[in-house]
C-alpha cells in the first residue's frame, strides 16, 4: 500500500496532532518523520487535552502502531516524562511505540549548547525553543551524532563523553552566561536512556517496507511548518530539518514514488512564534482578537504566537513544494466574528506586484496586497455537517480552493476530535 502523507503548510501549530488522531482510524501505522521535542501537538477528546511532543499522534488508538522515524531527534528526558503522561490512559506502549535505530539522541549538551548559540546572537536569535534541535542536526550532518540504535552497544558512554567534552568546550567558547550543573543534567539523561531502552529499537526502513509490502496503511505525520522548512523556510528563521514532503521520504526512508495523498493543514488565518519575518502579521486590536479567541499561545514553550491574516502567496508556495492533494482547513471558528475577513493575495515587492515567495519577505521589501470577505458570526463550534457551514465561510473556502486549485476535504471547527467537519 502506498503511504499518505500529513504535513503543516505555514509555521507550525496548524493543528497537525489533532488531525491525525482523527485520521488514525484509517490507518494501521502513524510514523513521524523529522522534527523533536520541539513540536507540541495537541489532540482534545472526551474532555481531555493531551501534548504530544515526539511521540506520533496516533497513540491513542487501540490498533495502530506508531514509529519515530530515524529522521527525528529525540531528548530521552522529554520523552520519558511523555511516557509517564501516558500512564493514565494505560496505554501498552512497549507494543505500540516503535524507535528507529537512526534516529538520534538530543544530549544535555545539546540543549545547553542551543541556549549558549540564542544567547549569543542577541537580537538575531532565532526564538529557537531551546530544545537542542540545532545542535543535535549540526552533529548529525557533521557526522558526529549519537544514534538510538547507539544506546544497545556497551562502548557508547565512552562516545557520549567526548561528544559532551567538545561542547562544552564550544558553551565556552560562546562566551555568555548560562548557568548549568552538567552532573545533575547527566543523571537525569542517564536514568532516561534506560528507560528508553525497555522500548522497541528496530531497523524502522525495513520495517515500512515490509508493511508496504503486506498491504498496511500508514500515515506519515510532520511536525513544524512548512515555512520552517530548512531549505524553503524563512532561512535563518527556521527549524533544522526539512519539514516539507521530501522530509517524509528521507526521514522514514520511503520511496517517493510510494507517496500517495499529501495532506496540508493550514489555519484559517497564520500565526508564526519566535523570530522572523511574517508579512501578513496584525499589530492591531484584530490580531490581538484572534490571539485571544484562538488562545494562540505555544504548547511548548507558552509563548504567545503572533497572528495574522492568511497569506494565500505562501499557502500556494507550500502546496507547490510538497504536492499536496488534499488541504485541511482549522480554526475557522475562531474567525467567526469578524466583521471582514482579509486574504493576502499578492505582494507589492520593490515597486513591483507579484504572486510569488521572493528570497527576502522582510518588511521592508514587500507589502501584502489584500482580498476582502464578508465575515460570519455563526458559531461554528456545533456544527457537525457540511451544510451546517454558513454561507459567507463557504464562500471564503471556495476561493481558497480556487485559488490554489485544491479541495479542502476537512474543516475544523473546534479543538475537539468530534468538531471536525468532512467535505
Ligand atoms: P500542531 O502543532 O500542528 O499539532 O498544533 P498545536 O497543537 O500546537 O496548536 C493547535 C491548537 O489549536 C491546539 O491548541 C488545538 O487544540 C487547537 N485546535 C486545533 N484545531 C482547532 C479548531 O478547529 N478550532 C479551534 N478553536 N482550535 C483548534
Ligand atoms: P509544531 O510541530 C511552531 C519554531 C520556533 C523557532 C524556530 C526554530 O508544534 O507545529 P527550534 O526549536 O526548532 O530551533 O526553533 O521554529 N518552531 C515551531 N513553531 N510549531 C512548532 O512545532 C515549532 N517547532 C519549532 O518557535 O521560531
Ligand atoms: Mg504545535
Not at 465575515?375 to 480552493?401: C, Q, R
Amino acid at each position: 500500500m502506498a503511504v499518505d502523507l500529513l504535513l503543516g503548510l505555514q509555521w507550525g501549530d496548524e493543528g497537525k496532532g489533532k488531525i491525525v488522531d482523527v485520521l488514525t482510524k484509517n490507518y494501521d501505522i502513524i510514523a513521524r518523520f523529522q522534527g523533536g521535542p520541539n513540536a507540541g501537538h495537541t489532540l482534545e477528546f472526551d474532555g481531555i487535552k493531551h501534548v504530544l511532543r515526539t511521540i506520533p499522534s496516533g497513540i491513542f488508538h487501540d490498533k495502530s502502531i506508531n514509529v519515530i522515524g530515524n529522521g527525528v531527534v529525540i531528548d530521552p528526558v522529554v520523552f520519558v516524562k511523555e511516557l509517564e503522561g501516558l500512564d493514565q490512559f494505560n496505554i501498552d506502549y512497549k507494543k505500540k511505540l516503535i524507535i528507529s535505530r537512526k534516529a538520534h539522541v538530543i544530549l544535555p549538551t545539546h540543549r545547553l549548547l542551543d541556549a549558549a548559540s540564542e544567547a549569543s546572537k542577541g537580537k538575531a536569535k532565532i526564538g529557537s525553543t531551546l530544545k537542542g534541535i540545532g545542535p543535535t542536526y549540526m552533529d548529525k550532518t557533521g557526522r558526529n551524532g549519537i544514534r538510538i540504535g547507539d544506546l544497545e552497544l556497551n562502548d557508547w558512554k565512552e562516545k557520549y563523553r567526548s561528544l559532551a567534552d567538545k561542547h562544552e568546550a564550544m558553551i565556552e567558547f560562546h562566551n555568555v552566561d548560562i548557568q548549568y550543573d552538567l552532573q545533575e543534567l547527566e543523571t537525569e539523561f542517564f536514568e532516561a536512556v534506560e528507560t528508553l531502552k525497555t522500548l522497541q529499537f528496530i531497523d524502522s526502513e525495513e520495517y515500512l517496507y515490509k508493511a508496504q509490502q503486506e498491504g498496511k496503511t500508514i500515515l506519515a505525520e510532520g511536525a513544524q511548518g512548512s515555512l520552517l522548512d530548512i531549505d524553503f523556510g524563512t532561512y535563518p528563521f527556521v527549524t533544522s530539518s526539512n519539514t516539507t514532503a521530501a522530509g517524509a521520504c528521507t526521514g522514514l526512508g520511503v520511496a517517493p514514488n510510494k507517496i500517495k495523498e499529501v495532506f496540508g493543514i493550514f489555519k484559517a488565518y497564520t500565526t508564526r512564534v519566535g523570530s522572523g519575518p511574517f508579512p501578513t502579521e496584525l499589530f492591531d486590536e484584530v490580531g490581538a482578537e484572534m490571539a485571544k479567541i484562538g488562545h494562540e499561545f505555544g504548547a511548548v514553550t507558552g509563548r504567545p504566537r503572533r497572528c495574522g491574516w492568511l497569506d494565500l502567496v505562501a499557502l500556494k508556495y507550500a502546496c507547490q513544494v510538497n504536492g499536496v492533494t488534499q488541504l485541511m482547513m482549522m480554526k475557522g471558528d475562531v474567525l467567526s466574528g469578524f466583521e471582514t475577513i482579509k486574504v493576502c493575495t499578492s505582494y507589492k515587492y520593490k515597486g513591483e506586484e507579484i504572486t510569488h515567495l521572493p528570497y527576502n519577505i522582510d518588511p521592508e521589501n514587500l507589502t501584502p496586497v489584500y482580498s476582502e470577505y464578508k465575515g460570519w458570526s455563526e458559531d461554528l463550534t456545533k456544527m457537525t455537517a457540511k451544510e451546517e457551514l454558513p454561507k459567507n465561510l463557504l464562500d471564503y473556502v471556495h476561493f481558497i480552493e480556487k485559488e490554489t486549485g485544491i479541495p479542502i476535504k476537512i474543516v475544523s471547527v473546534g479543538p475537539d476530535r468530534k468538531q471536525t467537519i468532512l467535505r
